[in-house]
């Protein structure tokens, strides 16, 4: 069983920057897609950034240029640098970790999911 456990969720202002940090425990954290989900209240988890083994990357068109996603295997650990934040960047950050290389939702579903951690953007 992996364990996932998101940190770095707070409240900051319009245009401020968060960094979440994603760890996940086992010994093939480097085989894993890793990716970054997010809810608001009333709608659908999305996708929001996500990384491979390889490093490839996906990025949501709205957080394009804003967001970056990055790994550290020797830490076991993901992370998501959230810069120039908006109001629309608030919900609840999940952080999830599966087998494959693909980006696809579906596969997403059988990932380990961590709890969450709360983002929330003043205006």
């Known amino acids: 069983q992996v364990q996932v456990v998101e940190s770095g969720g707070g409240l900051v202002q319009a245009g401020g920057s968060l960094r979440l940090s994603c760890a996940a425990s086992g010994r093939t954290f480097s085989s894993y897609t890793m990716g970054w989900f997010r809810q608001a209240p009333g709608k659908q988890r999305e996708l929001v950034a996500g990384i491979t083994s390889g490093t490839s990357t996906y990025y949501e068109d709205s957080v394009k240029g804003r967001f970056t996603i990055s790994r550290d295997n020797a830490k076991n650990t993901v992370y998501l640098q959230m810069d120039s934040l908006k109001p629309e960047d608030t919900a609840v950050y999940y952080c999830?970790?599966?087998?494959?290389?693909?980006?696809?939702?579906?596969?997403?579903?059988?990932?380990?999911w961590g709890q969450g951690t709360q983002v929330t953007v003043s205006s």
């Open positions: 999830a970790a599966k087998h494959g290389s693909s980006f696809m939702l579906e596969e997403f579903m059988s990932a380990y």
